[in-house]
Every structure is written in structure tokens, then in C-alpha cells.
């Protein structure tokens, strides 16, 4: 006990003490970031730390108990409690004693974004975030960075007005360089679910909050860089720069045991547009057939290079398949939910322009590659993975959605084809304002009928009968004239049940298994898969209103295992191991917010 007390600070959590600013990225990439000095913030405090993470990335050791003691604490706000020294603070002073000044500089990274009036990424990038530094253990290397760290010359704001603003100003949108806890426990519950259920992500890794009512948010992944790194030097035609940008990408990747380690440029280019078709293939159709609003676009500013969610400010889980949301931005509303597949496929398709400008020199024109082969391939790919995310929903395990794509295509995109109607009704109402931008409700859920129906067929296999199946579905958005059964309408019906039973057949045939067994099976993985609450953007929202109310009423200790308990209960994929025994939560008050999380949660079940 002694030696804890007075041991060295730099020996308490050497690898949180490593990460100080530097990165490749920096020196790799001509012009790629502008760099800032920082000094020490003080006043800060943990409010949160991803102990499971930070077990992963060799932060902390292996059998390090989830437990903030205060050597931790201090390595913590060492190591993140930071604020970049901007160009106001130059201009205006007082200037900063060097003792508080870190040795070295910590970047902003540029990067493409459309907000940005020149869409050429010349004023653009990281307008209050800075990049920490990397880990290494185990092989593997993760990128750390923080956001609420101060505003920097490339904000909105600034390209807007033409001028630099004071940290914490209040006077230009995105102008304040800022972050709060409130998005910070959002971006907490989102990511790790997501994370958790199979859905790649950045993570967060810990959250300091401050007097000033302020907070810095922590995150980290194995590859933090956008399309829009890549992408802002494509547009600017700077060949050494996307040369060199698009190597610090492949080179991870490889060294992350992600990408194969090819020598020949040519391979290595060609493998770069090819691999990212498939991901972002993936990926739409992720998004598209989990209703993940993530707001992309083809500059890639709201997606990691490597298919991962960021920036979940902009990140919204959807209840339903709200196909006509738009967020609302001031000068420009969002993507739709199916949209973001031709956005993904345009980011392909600029990837397939940089593979020919580094090989060649030259830059073809955009729409010259409207045919390339990437772009087959990125639809492939979307096709096939929302169709075994289709087969998936129904509760099939993964040699049977293998199978059935193989050997009944007609048979699943016939369900597809009735699937898609009851997914995308839409309400007679009409589009209606939400609050942060415009919706048109949708009136099923075919969540619900997946999990409800191989429970009703083992205990009666005949149809049901359509009142009993719209009763099922219906949602609490339906008006009367929604609910109306019309004589297309009962078709519909007869046909997605008659379409459904056929692929429980068929799988019940290669399976060389009892039809009953197969439902049983879908029953219980259903069940789990489309669990009937869910997270989406408005519950986590309003969970963090309540988690901000009560935390304090609470021990730090038991405030992270109210955190990880509800974390662990919303892992849905029954191919996944929630990992251990769930944390035990003690003490009423504890008991009545995880009660409070799972009442929110279900109240807010079919919202945005």
C-alpha cells in the first residue's frame, strides 16, 4: 500500500502516459492536418472509462478489476485532459506558461465535407476533435482522439465567417469546440451495443467532464481515418498527398492482419478498390436492413474508411423502417435511409478514380467509371448481405441462410418481394415534422411478425387469419384508415405467410430435420434477434437524460455496472456470447435506474 501511494506518476499506466501526441499520420500525409500545441485542462473528472476496451487496447492489465482508483483517475486526466492552444488564444492571449504545455503537438486532421462551401476540403476537417496518438499491443494498432478539446480553424464556423473563434463561444453554429457528457454517454450506449452486436464502430473509451459543465469525449479503433481523408486530396488532384494517405490506410489495415500484405503497387491498389466495394456493400446493406441512419454521403465524412459508425452525433437506430427520415441540418436535410446505398456505392466509385489517378497519374473523369467492375462488385455484395440479413431476421442460423441462398433464390426473393411491402407501408397521414427533421410514419413492423410467427405456426400450423396477423404487426404510428383490411391488402397477407412457410420448408428439407424443429429453432433465435424493445435514437436519447439525473445518487463503481449491465442484456445476435456474468447491480436506487433504462427503452421502441 505504501508503494501505491507514492509511486511515480509515469509508471502508473505507462501505456496511457504513451499516448501524447504523436502519430504517423502527421509526417506521412503533406498538408494532411494542422497541428496545435495543448496545455493541461484542469478540474477534469472520469465520469466514465471503458475498462473492457481499455483491456483490449494493453491500457490497462488483463486482470485489472473495473474499478477507477485514483492513480487511474490521474493517468486518465493526464493523458486526455487537454485543450489545443487555437489561433484566438494566440491572437488574444494571455499567453500560456510553457511548464502547462505538452512537448508535442497533437493534430487536426483535414478531411472532405460538404458542409463546407467549397466542397474541396480546403477549410475542412476536424473543427473541435484532436488526434491523441496510437496503442500497439497484441499486434494490432488503434488510433485515439478526442472531441470537446477546443475549436480549430476548421470548423464551419471559420470558412463561414472567415475569422477564428474563442473555445466555448456560443456565437456561430459548430463554431464552440465543445463536446458535452450528455453525447458523450449516447455515443457510450450506441457504440457498445453496436460493437457488441457485430455492427463495426468506433468505441468510446472515456469521458472527462469539467466545472464549466463542459466534457471531453475519448474514442479509439483499429483505423480512425475516413473515405473523406482520402478523398479531400482527390478532389484537390494533390498526387503525393492521396499517395501517401492511401498508403497510411492500406498499411494499417495490412498490419492490423485486415488487409493482405501485397508489395506490388498495382495488386495493392487494385485490392484497395475492390475490398472497399465489398465493405461498403456490406455496409449499406447493414444499415439499410438494421435501419441504422448514419447520414452518409459520398464526400465519406460520417463513415470510417474500414465500414465503422462515427460521430454519432449524426447516427440515428431506427425502430422501423422509416425509409423517408431526414435529419435536418439549417441549409440541408440528410439522406433517407435507402439513399445511403447510392451514396456508399459513389464513395466506391471515387475509390475507383483514386486507384486510377495514383496508377496512372491522371485523373479520369468520375462518370467514365460508371461501369467499373468495383461497382458490380459493390452490388453483389449489398444484394447478398440483405438478403442473409433477411434470412437472418427470420431466425435461420448461418449454414441455412448459406444453403437457402444457394438453393432457393426464387423462393427467398419471393419473401423479399412481401417482406419488403409490410417492412415500408407507410402511413395515409403523410410526411410529418419530427423534431430534428421530417418523417413519414411507417405502420408496420415485420420485427414483430418475425418473432411472433414460428411461435404461432408450432402450436398451429395453419394460416392465421388476417385480423389476427394485422394485430401482430400494426404499429402504434397506424391511423383507422391504416388499419383498414382491403381486399389487396389480405392478399398480401396470404402471400407472406405462404412465402414464409415455403422457406421453413425448404430449410426443414436441407436441414434432412422436422419442420417443427426448424420453427423451434427460428422461435428461439427470433425471439432474441427482434427482441420487442430496442434500442433506437429516441430511447437512448431520453436514457441519458435519466442516467444524468441519477448517477450521481450513485458510487462511480456502481455507476459503470449499471452501464455494463444493460449493455450486456441488449446483445440480440444469439451467435454472440455476451461475454461473462453480467456485473451484479446492488442497492435499490441502482436496481430502479436499470428498470428506469429498460421502461425508456420499450416506451420509445418504434421511434427514431
Known amino acids: 500500500m505504501p508503494q501505491a501511494r507514492h509511486s511515480h506518476p509515469a509508471r502508473d499506466y505507462p501505456a496511457l502516459r504513451r499516448i501524447d501526441g504523436r502519430h504517423p499520420y502527421k509526417k506521412r500525409i503533406p498538408g494532411g492536418c494542422v497541428e496545435y500545441r495543448v496545455r493541461r485542462r484542469p478540474g477534469g473528472r472520469v465520469a466514465y472509462f471503458n475498462f473492457a476496451l481499455a483491456r483490449e487496447m494493453g491500457l490497462i492489465p488483463a486482470d485489472h478489476p473495473d474499478r477507477l482508483n485514483p492513480r487511474l483517475r490521474r493517468a486518465l486526466t493526464d493523458t486526455f485532459g487537454l485543450m489545443i492552444i487555437n489561433e484566438y488564444d494566440q491572437m488574444h492571449g494571455p499567453p500560456v506558461p510553457e511548464r502547462e504545455i505538452r512537448p508535442h503537438t497533437y493534430m487536426a486532421t483535414r478531411y472532405l465535407q460538404l458542409q463546407h462551401a467549397d466542397r474541396r476540403g480546403t477549410t475542412s476537417g476536424d473543427g473541435r476533435s484532436i488526434w491523441n496518438g496510437t496503442v500497439r499491443h497484441r499486434g494490432r ?72 459543465g463542459f466534457a471531453i469525449n475519448v474514442r479509439a479503433g483499429l483505423n480512425l481515418l475516413r473515405p473523406s481523408h482520402l478523398l479531400v486530396h482527390l478532389k484537390q488532384g494533390n498526387l503525393e498527398a492521396l499517395d501517401a494517405a492511401v498508403d497510411c490506410f492500406v498499411e494499417r489495415q495490412a498490419g492490423n492482419g485486415l488487409f493482405p500484405h501485397l508489395t506490388d503497387r498495382r495488386r495493392r491498389l487494385e485490392h484497395f478498390a475492390r475490398e472497399m466495394a465489398r465493405t461498403f456493400g456490406r455496409t449499406a446493406a447493414l444499415f439499410e436492413s438494421e435501419y441504422i441512419f448514419c447520414w452518409l454521403d459520398w464526400d465519406g465524412d460520417n463513415i470510417l474508411a474500414d465500414g465503422g459508425i462515427i460521430d454519432y452525433g449524426s447516427v440515428r437506430q431506427l425502430g422501423l423502417y ?41 485523373k479520369p473523369p468520375l462518370r467514365s467509371l460508371s461501369r467499373d467492375p ?141 419442420l417443427a424443429d426448424v420453427l423451434s429453432l427460428a422461435a428461439e433465435r427470433s425471439a432474441r434477434i427482434n427482441r420487442y424493445a430496442r434500442i433506437t435514437g429516441d430511447s437512448v436519447s431520453h436514457m441519458v437524460q435519466v442516467l444524468m439525473a441519477r448517477r450521481r445518487r450513485l458510487s462511480s463503481r456502481m455507476f459503470h455496472r449499471v452501464m455494463e449491465r444493460f449493455i450486456r442484456e441488449q446483445v440480440l445476435d444469439p451467435d454472440r456470447d455476451p461475454g461473462g456474468g453480467a456485473p451484479p447491480v446492488r442497492g435499490p436506487e441502482a436496481r430502479r435506474l436499470l428498470k428506469g433504462l429498460t421502461t425508456v427503452m420499450e416506451e420509445y421502441r418504434e421511434g427514431l
Request: hydrophobic share 40%; with cysteine.
Open 374 to 514: 468495383v461497382l458490380r462488385l459493390f452490388d453483389q455484395e449489398f444484394t447478398a448481405t440483405r438478403l442473409r440479413r433477411l434470412l437472418r431476421s427470420m431466425g435461420l442460423p448461418v449454414d441455412l441462410q448459406g444453403v437457402l441462398l444457394a438453393e432457393e433464390a426464387v423462393a427467398v426473393a419471393r419473401f423479399r418481394r412481401v417482406h419488403a411491402y409490410f417492412e415500408g407501408a407507410r402511413s395515409a397521414r403523410g410526411p410529418v415534422k419530427v423534431p430534428d427533421g421530417f418523417n413519414w410514419n411507417v405502420i408496420f413492423s415485420t420485427r414483430d411478425l418475425l418473432r411472433e410467427l414460428p411461435r404461432r405456426y408450432l402450436a398451429d400450423p395453419s394460416p392465421i387469419p388476417a385480423a389476427e396477423f394485422m394485430e401482430i404487426a400494426l404499429t402504434s404510428y397506424a391511423t383507422p384508415e391504416d388499419q383498414a383490411l382491403t381486399p389487396y391488402r389480405r392478399r398480401q397477407i396470404r402471400r407472406f405467410q405462404s412465402a414464409y412457410m415455403d422457406l421453413m420448408r425448404a430449410a426443414a428439407a436441407h436441414a434432412r430435420a422436422d
Open 141 to 212: 494498432t488503434w488510433d485515439v482522439s478526442s472531441c470537446g478539446t477546443g475549436v480549430t480553424r476548421l470548423c464551419p464556423a471559420t470558412a463561414e465567417q472567415n475569422r477564428f473563434f474563442k473555445t466555448g463561444s456560443d456565437e456561430a453554429s459548430y463554431g464552440c469546440g465543445t463536446a458535452c457528457l450528455d453525447e458523450g454517454l449516447e455515443a457510450v450506449l450506441m457504440s457498445e451495443i453496436f460493437h457488441r452486436n457485430g455492427i463495426p464502430t468506433e468505441r468510446s473509451l472515456a469521458i472527462l467532464t469539467f466545472p464549466d
Open 322 to 362: 422509416h425509409r423517408e427520415y431526414r435529419f435536418d441540418d439549417g441549409p440541408r436535410f440528410s439522406t433517407t435511409l435507402p439513399q445511403q446505398r447510392r451514396k456508399a456505392r459513389l464513395i466506391v466509385q471515387n475509390c475507383a478514380q483514386i486507384r486510377d489517378f495514383l496508377l496512372t497519374g491522371r
